[in-house]
């Protein structure tokens, strides 16, 4: 649905970011010293895992998008 959209619509990749949440379902947030271990009982129970980001000290805008929006 979102590739068709950004399609017909001709919608820019950063607006798709900015408008719609496109299919980032559930975001868990954890201390880097325990990603590893949240990590290993997540894939346990069967979830799908994508490391997204990392929060820390705003020196600028405060959300940046970096590599390729993959519909």
Do not use: P
Not at 1 to 7: E, G, I, K, R
Not at 15 to 40: I, K, P, S
């Amino acid at each position: 649905v979102f590739q068709w959209l950004m399609q017909s619509g001709a919608i820019s990749a950063g607006e798709m970011l900015r408008t719609f949440n496109c299919g980032t379902g559930m975001v868990v947030v954890v201390a880097a010293d325990r990603v590893d271990a949240v990590e290993a009982v997540l894939l346990r129970e069967g979830e799908t895992v994508a490391r997204i980001g990392r929060l820390g000290k705003r020196n600028g805008e405060a959300v940046v998008y970096q590599g390729q929006l993959s519909l």
